[in-house]
């Protein structure tokens, strides 16, 4: 999975969901994806005579509980790698396109 790619929920509360990959963090193995896992959170004034106000954020997510969405086929399918003139190629287990 990269930034940029279209990505399919298959877990939690917003299973079915797609959207576009935003951020990845590969340390704690988190995806943060356009429009999913969407939480309010109340923000303080910042001035006095203001009123706070309510923020949706998106929260990331464990990237296993994502799948790509293959832009030929139009499924969700686990990505699979081959070489190709030296170069390591994404490419599409069902159909067999590159991504």
Request: glycine share 12%; charged share 35%.
């Given at each position: 999975?990269?930034?940029?790619?279209?990505?399919?929920?298959?877990?939690?509360?917003?299973?079915?969901?797609?959207?576009?990959?935003?951020?990845?963090?590969?340390?704690?193995?988190?995806?943060?994806?356009?429009?999913?896992?969407?939480?309010?959170?109340?923000?303080?004034?910042?001035?006095e005579g203001e009123k706070?106000?309510?923020?949706?954020?998106?929260?990331?997510?464990?990237?296993?509980?994502?799948?790509?969405?293959?832009?030929?086929?139009?499924?969700?399918?686990?990505?699979?790698?081959?070489?190709?003139?030296?170069?390591?190629?994404?490419?599409?287990?069902?159909?067999?396109?590159?991504?």
């Amino acid at each position: 999975m990269k930034k940029g790619d279209i990505v399919k929920i298959i877990t939690g509360k917003d299973s079915g969901k797609t959207g576009k990959v935003i951020k990845i963090d590969g340390k704690t193995g988190k995806v943060t994806v356009e429009g999913v896992n969407m939480y309010k959170k109340h923000s303080r004034p910042k001035r006095e005579g203001e009123k706070g106000e309510v923020v949706t954020i998106t929260r990331p997510f464990d990237a296993s509980n994502a799948l790509p969405v293959c832009g030929s086929c139009n499924k969700a399918v686990r990505e699979s790698y081959r070489r190709e003139k030296g170069a390591k190629i994404r490419y599409c287990r069902k159909c067999g396109s590159t991504f």
